[in-house]
């Protein structure tokens, strides 16, 4: 998912400091697929960043792409997201970006999420929105049912953006 219409909509610069985090916060990149996330994260922070995703693929890539560009704080996980491997409160922020569409049961991976965040840690979700209109095919999560499972889960919204028509971004704490 790294297409020029992503590029523009979301650049990962961009989508980085609109979530507020320390130079030594752990970050968990939920869903990293290529890295998209992973390795502008790894090159702005000293802390470890943890690259999560099920497709062992996926984290080879990352892995090659973080060789050449050499930052040491990447950490490689593969796994299911409905059961990190994660202690409990061992994170600041995690990332999902345009991967809770995916989940079997968005309320059980929400749930993991707020098992690792520390308290005051932070939640920012990428998602494309799920219009009654729409002709696409893939799976989405409506802002509406994204808002009311972080809230059923526990967490507190704190800001909501809009980078384009299609996409949000949903920042949560923790408690």
Do not use: C
């Not at 960043?49 to 050449?68: Q, S």
């Not at 704190?158 to 971004?169: E, G, Q, R, V």
Request: aromatic share 6%; glycine share 6%; hydrophobic share 40%.
């Amino acid at each position: 998912m790294e297409g020029k219409e992503r590029w523009e909509a979301l650049p990962p610069e961009k989508v980085l400091e609109s979530i507020s985090f320390g130079a030594y916060d752990h970050l968990l990149d939920l869903g990293a697929r290529t890295g998209y996330l992973t390795l502008p994260a790894a090159e702005k922070k000293q802390g470890q960043i943890y690259a999560f995703d099920r497709d062992p693929e996926m984290l080879e890539l990352i892995e090659t792409k973080a060789d050449k560009a050499s930052p040491a704080n990447i950490t490689i996980v593969q796994g299911e997201m409905n059961e990190l491997p994660f202690s409990d409160a061992s994170v600041e922020v995690v990332l999902a970006s345009l991967v809770l569409h995916e989940a079997l049961s968005l309320e059980s991976v929400l749930e993991e999420i707020q098992r690792v965040l520390l308290p005051g840690g932070r939640l920012m979700i990428v998602e494309l929105e799920a219009f009654p209109s729409t002709s696409h095919k893939a799976p989405r999560v409506s802002l509406k049912q994204m808002k009311e499972a972080v809230r059923r889960v526990g967490l507190q919204r704190i800001k909501l953006f809009f980078p384009t028509d299609n996409f949000y971004i949903l920042t949560s704490e923790k408690n």
